[in-house]
């Protein structure tokens, strides 16, 4: 399969979210590089279902979009990063939609909090009116 | 995409829908309706549904399975869910979406068992 994104020049790809069907493309990207880094299954799954949660928000909220994904290098440690940024509507109450606290037509609510809890690293901006940030990481466990 | 990409086949008094495709929320929403409409068509007494061939089940697509199955549940007809795969499993718990309600079995013969246990009444 090929990548349906462009790889740039620092090895990340970029993903333009603007359609529906940009949720399936980020999350067969984020698939394949899982795998090829050899993520174990519950890491390759978590990393897949995190893109998806995390890029059908951007395309429910904000109807645009641009996902990037990134694989990291550290010491020997290796992992993925996702970042997600749009400019719709943001999160007027933060600290409510990462408690899980809401749940709209498209989602259970769980969105970011399960996103949050399937990753090592999370970090999210949002300015109401101006636009959302996620980042999110996933360090390959070593046994 | 068109709908009825999910095949639903009829055995006996019980249908199977098989998910072998990498879901996209359309074809998601209209695989509930065609499921509803099979089985009001069939009078299915039973529905299964294998995704053992599914990578990610996300937070929509577990909801869209539970849901089903509540509808199905309305209209008469005893949803199993066979299939999951382990890193489905351990994700959604880890999201903290628990699939209450739902019956599952590991294989397609268990939840074929499990149907006609319970179309003879002796579960539940």
Redesign the interface.
């Given at each position: 399969m090929s990548p349906p994104g462009n790889q740039d020049d620092t090895g990340s790809w970029e993903i333009r979210i603007d359609k529906?069907?940009d949720?399936?493309a980020v999350?067969?990207q984020v698939?394949e590089l899982a795998k090829e880094l050899r993520f174990d299954?519950?890491g390759?799954?978590?990393l897949?279902?995190a893109a998806?949660?995390l890029s059908?928000n951007v395309w429910v909220h904000a109807q645009k979009g641009v996902a990037r994904i990134s694989m990291l290098r550290n010491g020997n440690r290796v992992g993925v990063e996702l970042e997600f940024v749009d400019h719709g509507p943001g999160i007027a109450d933060l600290d409510r939609a990462l408690a899980?606290g809401y749940s709209t037509a498209?989602?259970?609510g769980?969105?970011l909090?399960?996103?949050r809890?399937?990753v090592d690293e999370f970090n999210i901006d949002s300015q109401p009116g101006r636009g959302t940030k996620v980042v999110i990481r996933k360090w390959k466990k070593e046994y | 995409m068109a709908a009825g990409q999910i095949p639903i086949l009829r055995i006996g008094t019980t249908l199977l829908a098989t998910i072998q495709i990498?879901?996209?929320?359309?074809v998601v929403d209209s695989f509930q309706n065609d499921v509803l409409e099979e089985i009001e068509k069939t009078g299915a007494k039973g529905l299964i549904v294998d995704i053992s061939a599914l990578?990610?089940?996300?937070?929509?697509v577990?909801?869209m399975l539970a849901n089903t199955a509540k509808m199905a549940k309305l209209m008469g007809t005893e949803t199993v869910i066979v299939g999951m795969?382990?890193?489905?499993a351990?994700?959604l718990v880890?999201?903290?979406?628990f699939m209450e309600g739902i019956n599952t079995a590991l294989s397609l013969e268990e939840g074929l068992q499990l149907q006609a246990r319970q179309s003879n009444g002796t579960v539940e």
């Open positions: 529906e069907a949720i399936v999350r067969q698939r299954q519950f390759v799954a978590a897949t279902t998806s949660e059908r899980g498209k989602s259970l769980l969105g909090s399960g996103t809890r399937l | 990498e879901l996209h929320d359309t990578e990610t089940v996300d937070s929509y577990a909801r795969r382990p890193a489905v351990a994700t880890r999201m903290g979406y």
